[in-house]
């Protein structure tokens, strides 16, 4: 699964790789159900030194729109450190700033019982296009703003 081609993803770069996390579509966007409507479709890639993994997951709307929220707070306060943890519990980011600009990225991604575990490391310059990208999902993927208060 190359998702390189379409730029509506967040990218987290390091020097031994990415991690990109591409929604793709809403999962069931003619429901009735407000809540139905909010999960996205999204894939998931990983390279980094050699390793190479995909899949697919759902991810909320909101919850993109929460993560944005957490990557702005470390721009702000290069000490920030934050969990994010997707509802169907498959992929999970734990992200800490040093305080001098560098932000270590702990991540979990786990697909029927087999997980894989990585670590970087990302330079606090990365953070306004992550924040970027996020805002244009926001964009595309709106959250009901009527249910979730962020």
């Not at 600009?101 to 953070?127: A, P, W, Y």
Request: charged residues 30%; contains cysteine.
């Amino acid at each position: 699964m190359d998702l390189e081609q379409d730029d509506l993803a967040l990218v987290i770069k390091c020097d031994e790789g990415k991690l990109e996390i591409k929604p793709l579509r809403y999962e069931y966007p003619n429901s009735s159900d407000a809540s139905d409507r909010s999960w996205i479709f999204t894939a998931v890639a990983v390279k980094v030194n050699g390793f190479i993994g995909s899949y697919t997951t759902l991810i909320q709307d909101v919850e993109f729109a929460i993560l944005c929220k957490e990557l702005k707070y470390c721009y702000g306060d290069l000490n920030k450190e934050f969990e994010f943890r997707n509802i169907e519990r498959d992929l999970r980011l734990k992200i800490k700033g040093d305080g001098l600009g560098h932000f270590f990225v702990n991540v979990d991604c786990e697909q029927q019982h087999v997980r894989l575990s990585i670590e970087m490391m990302f330079d606090q310059s990365f953070l306004p296009k992550m924040i970027e990208n996020l805002e244009e999902i926001n964009k595309r993927y709106p959250y009901n703003r009527k249910m979730f208060s962020i």
